[in-house]
T-cell receptor, first 114, second 112 residues
């Protein structure tokens, strides 16, 4: 089944403790992206990657890091999480540069930072 | 600067009625306008999309209307059903760029 897999689905952590949210896709998509979803703010892009070793900042990159060492994986790293990073995070991938086929989203990771 | 403005924030429609969600954009370089549907506990999924060379696109009960001069587009759900209850996001992107800019979302509730 074609899908984007995120782990974990739920995570509670403490301020300052480094964490990684993994994202993997099995569709050989070149484009991958991370979004965060907050009530009243919709989906905001954190980082995206056009291909292996090619990443760029989205609208809200502060406090996050990403890497793209393999085509299928695009982990999101929070080196020193803070409570304002409590959010619902989505990884997405796309086959084409021009979005003709749309994004495929993962099921989300609900992160709570206390 | 919010590049895609979506309204209303929430909407309640009776079963069988028409649901209408509106979006307006600012960047005239945008040339691809998809709508995504999100059910609770799930990621958004592509519902329907339109490019500015047409004014309307219909897929089943879902129709996008597009007004290029007004820089507005809308989603119409005909014969709305309780199973349509979800959050809907409009979005926009421009040629050659994979990045989607999303609206803030509309929570639709279709009452039985």
């Amino acid at each position: 089944e074609a899908q984007v897999t995120q782990n974990p689905r739920y995570l509670i952590t403490v301020t300052g403790k480094k964490l990684t949210v993994t994202c993997s896709q099995n569709m050989n998509h070149e484009y991958m992206s991370w979004y965060r979803q907050d009530p009243g703010l919709g989906l905001r892009q954190i980082y995206y990657s056009m291909n292996v070793e090619v990443t760029d900042k989205g609208d809200v990159p502060e406090g996050y890091k990403v890497s793209r060492k393999e085509k299928r994986n695009f982990p999101l790293i929070l080196e020193s999480p803070s409570p304002n990073q409590t959010s619902l995070y989505f990884c997405a991938s796309s086959l084409s540069r021009d979005n003709v086929y749309g994004y495929t989203f993962g099921s989300g990771t609900r992160l709570t930072v206390v | 600067q919010q590049q895609v403005k979506q309204s209303p924030q929430s909407l309640i429609v009776q079963k069988g009625g028409i649901s209408i969600i509106n979006c307006a954009y600012e960047n005239t370089a945008f040339d691809y306008f998809p709508w995504y549907q999100q059910f609770p506990g799930k990621g958004p999924a592509l519902l329907i999309a339109i490019r500015p060379d047409v004014s309307e696109k219909k897929e089943g009960r879902f129709t996008i209307s597009f007004n290029k001069s007004a820089k507005q587009f809308s989603l119409h759900i005909m014969d709305s059903q309780p199973g349509d209850s979800a959050t809907y996001f409009c979005a926009a992107s421009r040629e050659g760029y994979s990045t989607l800019t999303f609206g803030k979302g509309t929570m639709l509730l279709v009452s039985p």
